[in-house]
């Protein structure tokens, strides 16, 4: 039974996925980690099955509906009854440096709930980000940080360590937001169930193969999101960690 289960969601993802899973496989060799494709047109479900069949910490799950929020949760769904007590999640393109995670997975033994991978804290080396990305994520995150009352720098970073004792607590289905808004409402619902939040700078290096999933409509969904839950009281305050 793993301990640390890294969930890794994919949709088109052939050119990345291999190299991130290599990588993160060396960095963290004693967790498992599971692939969760969205029936890709691109062929990336195939080579997940061939990764798993290579390797026996490397599990898929193939899945007929699309999208990053239930794909995210699956994989927590399945990391918890498979007993790990750590679920860590991150993108297929290999973006955010997997020589980071003991670091990450460390601070998270040490109890705190959530732990941030952030590219926005001292430390933190952010490359091949382009200034349009950039900008968007610092505003929004800006914007974030001011309507919810919190002083988390990374709100949207996608590479976060949660503790399970922490997702048993928190009602998945009930977050209606995905993509960035999803990464903000997670941060949020843990904040609420009075868990712990700490962030740990990252190096991120934009993704140099296939696309980003994301448009411009997550962006400004997420900015619909946080202003409707800012104006309705909501707050984003974790414990700090001990
Ligand atoms: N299973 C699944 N994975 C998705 C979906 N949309 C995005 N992803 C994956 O989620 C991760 C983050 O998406 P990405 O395009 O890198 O977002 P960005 O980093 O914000 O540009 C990547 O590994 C994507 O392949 C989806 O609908 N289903
Ligand atoms: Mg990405």
Redesign the pocket.
Known sequence: MPDVMIV??????IEGLER?VGRLRQSVPHAELVI???G?PDG?GELADRLAKADAGTLVIH?TE???R???IEGMRFAMSRGATRVVV????G?YDADGLPELLAVSQSGVDLVIGSRFVEGSDVRNMGPR?RWAAQIGNAYARAMLSTGVKDL?S?LRVYRTRILERIDLDAIEVD??AFQIAMAVRVAQAGGTIAEVPIGFI??AV?????RVF?ELATLGAVTKWGLSGVRALPKPPR
Request: aromatic letters at 8%; hydrophobic letters at 20%.
């Open positions: 890794v969601p994919t949709y088109d993802e991130t969760i494709d969205d890709s990336t899945r699309r999208g990053y239930s794909a995210v991150t993108d297929a393109d973006s990305r949207t996608s993509a960035y934009e993704r296939g696309s980003s999933k994301m997550e």
